[in-house]
C-alpha cells in the first residue's frame, strides 16, 4: 500500500481541485485499508474511502463502476434523474455504500450561485419538518418509482437483515444524502463532505443515523443557506445536523471550527437577507475577497487532507 502523503506546493495547479478528476488515484491509498462497516462511530478509515467515493461521484458511470471494481466492489448499481439527480450504490457482503452525487462544476464560484438560485424557500417534507425545496426536488428525481432508489434500499433491507448501509456526498450530494436518510430509517450512517443546511431542527431531528458532518477549513458552502434567510420564526430556521469533524488550515482534526466565517455569522443575526439578489450581490462581494472560501469547497482537498490525518493518526498510534 502506498503509504505517502499528498503534498501541496505553491506551485499547484488548481484546476485538479474541481471535478471530475480522472487522474486521481481513487482508492489507491484505501482499498488495502478496507472499510469498516460494522463500525458506528467516526472512522478516519471509512471518512477518507467515502470521501474519495463522493469525489469518484462525479465521474462517468463507467469509470467509477471500475474504480470500485479495483476497490472490490464488484455489485454496481447506478440512479440517474432526469435533470439533476445522479447516485450509485454498492455491495459487498453485509455492507451497502449509496453516494450522491453533487454540483458539476469547474469554478467554483458557481456552487453558492446554485444554492442561492436553486429554489432556497423551504416545503414540507411529509412529517418530517421543513427542507430547502430545491434540493427536495433534485432527490424526488430518483426516489419513487420501480427501479428507483427507495425500491432498491428496501428490497435489499429485506433480503439481508443484518445489511448496514452507509450514505455519503459532497456539496449537493451531501445534502441529498440526509434527506435520503430521513426518508430511510433504516441507514447507520452518514457522512457528509461540505454539506450545505438542508432543513429546520423538526427535519434534522427526523434522521436517526449517526451523521458525521466533515467540515473543511474556510468552506463556504457549510455556512449556506444562511440560518435565518427569510425566515420569520425561530422554528422555520435552517440548522445543521450531526458530529462536527473540522479539517483545520494545516489539516489536523478537530471538533469544532476553529475558522469560522466571521462576517457572514454576523450578518446571518440580522434581517440583511430579505431577497436573493442581495444574497447573491454578497457571494460576489466574498468571491473577490476571500477565494479559499471556495477553493476550501473542493472535494480534493477532503480526499487528501483526511488521507493526511489518517497517517499522521497511524503513525501517533505507532510511535
Known amino acids: 500500500m502506498t503509504q505517502e502523503r499528498f503534498k501541496f506546493s505553491k506551485n499547484f495547479d488548481h484546476n485538479i481541485l474541481f471535478p471530475p478528476n480522472m487522474d486521481y488515484p481513487y482508492f489507491e491509498r484505501v482499498r ?20 474519495e467515493a463522493s469525489f469518484l461521484a462525479y465521474s462517468h458511470p463507467s469509470f467509477i463502476k471500475y474504480a470500485f471494481y479495483y476497490a472490490g466492489f464488484d455489485d454496481f448499481k447506478m440512479f440517474i434523474g432526469k435533470n439533476v439527480a445522479r447516485c450509485f450504490a454498492v455491495l459487498k457482503g453485509n455492507c451497502l455504500v449509496v453516494v450522491f452525487r453533487g454540483t458539476e462544476f469547474k469554478l467554483p464560484f458557481s456552487i453558492p450561485g446554485f444554492i442561492a438560485d436553486f ?15 430545491g434540493f427536495q426536488a433534485v432527490l424526488d428525481e430518483i426516489w419513487e418509482g420501480e427501479g428507483m432508489l427507495c425500491e432498491y434500499l428496501s428490497k435489499q433491507k429485506k433480503e439481508k437483515p443484518l445489511l448496514r448501509i452507509f450514505f455519503a456526498g459532497h456539496s449537493l450530494g451531501a445534502a441529498l444524502s440526509l434527506l435520503a436518510a430521513s426518508r430511510f430509517p433504516y441507514v447507520n450512517c452518514v457522512y457528509t463532505f461540505g454539506s450545505p443546511r438542508v432543513g429546520n431542527k423538526e427535519f434534522t431531528n427526523s434522521i436517526k443515523a449517526n451523521v458525521f458532518r466533515i467540515v473543511h477549513n474556510h468552506d463556504i458552502v457549510t455556512e449556506l443557506p444562511p440560518e435565518k434567510f427569510l425566515i420569520l420564526k425561530t422554528e422555520d430556521e435552517y440548522s445543521h445536523i450531526g458530529e462536527l469533524i473540522f479539517i483545520d488550515s494545516k489539516g489536523k482534526i ?39 472560501f471556495f477553493t476550501d469547497h473542493s472535494p480534493y482537498y477532503y480526499s487528501t487532507k483526511l488521507w493526511n490525518a489518517y497517517l499522521d493518526s497511524s503513525i501517533s498510534l505507532d510511535s
Do not use: W, Y
Request: hydrophobic share 40%; charged share 30%; glycine share 4%.
Open 32 to 51: 488495502q485499508i478496507g472499510f469498516f462497516h460494522k463500525e458506528k462511530e467516526f472512522s478516519l478509515v471509512n471518512a477518507c474511502f467515502l470521501a
Open 119 to 133: 429554489k432556497i424557500k423551504m416545503s414540507p417534507e411529509k412529517n418530517r419538518g421543513l427542507v430547502h425545496s
Open 254 to 292: 478537530r471538533n469544532k471550527s476553529d475558522n469560522k466565517l466571521a462576517l457572514l455569522k454576523e450578518l446571518q443575526k440580522t434581517n440583511i437577507f430579505h431577497g436573493s439578489a442581495l444574497f447573491e450581490e454578497f457571494i460576489a462581494d466574498l468571491t473577490k475577497t476571500r477565494t479559499s
